[in-house]
């Protein structure tokens, strides 16, 4: 008699110990990424909270400051003074009746082309001045 005897292992072949390894490792790394998104979502709810609280802060330090007249928005609105006519016609009189007297006399630039050249500190010849407009 011819015994029956079973070809199959017990062991599990090379295969599917890859595939299950595959399959584990791609769990932990999906549950790592939704690890990471949840903490993701956690750090832009925090951020939008502290968004809307700020705004709120602006909006009401804004309104704050439309209803208060503050030290320096009413010098802004009043009406730059000007000089008035007459102080600017008494210094335009004392401006023509002074220049006269202050204005200098004469041309301090040589006339004589034939003058002796100008000398600096050490004596060297630095060139003539001239009054070319003559």
């Known amino acids: 008699m011819v015994a029956i005897t079973a070809t199959n292992s017990a062991s599990p072949s090379l295969q599917a110990t890859l595939s299950k390894a595959r399959i584990e ?3 932990r790394e ?3 990424a939704e690890a990471r998104a949840s903490d993701l979502r956690a ?5 939008e909270r502290e968004a809307q609280d700020r705004n709120q802060t602006a909006r009401s330090l804004s309104a704050r400051s439309q209803g208060a007249d503050s030290t320096y928005t009413s010098a802004l609105r009043r009406p730059s003074s000007e000089v ?3 102080t600017q ?3 335009e009189r004392m401006y023509s009746a002074a220049n006269p007297k202050f204005a200098a006399s004469g041309n301090p630039l040589k006339q004589d082309g034939d003058a002796a050249p100008v000398l600096n500190s050490q004596g060297q010849s630095t060139g003539r001045i001239l009054n070319v407009s003559a």
């Open 43 to 47: 750090q832009a709810d925090e951020a």
């Open 30 to 32: 999906a549950d790592s």
């Open 84 to 86: 008035p006519p007459a």
């Open 89 to 91: 016609d008494f210094l």
């Open 25 to 27: 490792q791609a769990r």
